[in-house]
């Protein structure tokens, strides 16, 4: 079947800190890989994505590399700062149909 | 700010009563899905409508339908109610159905169901 497992939150950080949050999937086809962010009250905002094996994804300094042979798609920031804070979701979707599968999410929290 | 508008944005229902919840999509999008997010979990697809057909479905039971209009809004309906219903359902609009490679969702605030 297809699913998405990330890590389990909430994951807390101080300003500046390093983050990782990961991500593995499993798809019966050869999907395309997301992460969504999900504030407080609000729907979810598309971070980044990445359509083929090895391509990277990046947005407001966050990053993710689609590695096909670990089925990962892990997201990583140099530097949070306290706005980071939000739910994050990682996803995937198979090509000629719009279903998107998302993980659980995990919630970060960044600290000043 | 995505463009697509959900109402209501809180309901409280009781077990056994139905609802209809509605959808404005992005000016320009044909396909709308329906998501249910549980507290605490990601969002689960329900179904999808591109150009007023169905166009895929989720495992979830038929008392959940919808519907799309000329216009591309739509409505997810929900009938006999059940506890577990309980959820925030998002509404998500797209350029087409035809899922190239994944394109790229634009999702609503959704509307938080409460069932008693």
């Known amino acids: 079947g297809n699913s998405v497992t990330q890590m389990e939150g909430p994951v807390t950080l101080s300003e500046e800190a390093f983050l990782t949050i990961n991500c593995t999937y499993t798809a019966t086809g050869y999907p395309s890989l997301f992460w969504y962010v999900q504030y407080p009250g609000e729907g979810l905002q598309l971070l980044l994505k990445a359509t083929k094996a090895d391509d990277k994804g990046s947005n407001k300094g966050f990053e993710a590399t689609y590695r096909k042979e670990t089925t990962s798609f892990h997201l990583e920031k140099g530097s949070v700062q306290v706005s980071d804070s939000a739910v994050y979701f990682c996803?995937?979707?198979?090509?000629?149909?719009?279903?998107?599968?998302f993980g659980s999410g995990t919630k970060l929290n960044v600290k000043p | 700010e995505t463009g697509v508008t959900q109402s209501p944005t809180h309901l409280i229902k009781t077990r056994g009563q139905q609802v209809t919840l509605r959808c404005s999509s992005q000016?320009?999008?044909?396909?709308v899905s329906w998501y249910q997010q549980a507290l605490g979990q990601g969002p689960q697809f329900i179904f999808q409508?591109?150009?007023?057909?169905?166009?895929g479905r989720g495992n979830f039971p038929p008392r959940f339908s919808g519907l799309q209009f000329p216009n591309y809004s739509s409505e997810l309906n929900v009938n006999a109610l059940e506890l577990d219903d309980s959820a925030l359902y998002l509404c998500a609009s797209s350029e087409t159905g035809t899922g190239s490679a994944g394109e790229k969702l634009f999702f609503g605030s959704g509307t938080q169901l409460s069932v008693l």
């Open positions: 000016s320009g999008h044909n396909t």
């Open positions: 409508y591109y150009r007023e057909e169905e166009n």
């Open positions: 996803a995937l979707a198979l090509r000629n149909f719009n279903k998107f599968y």
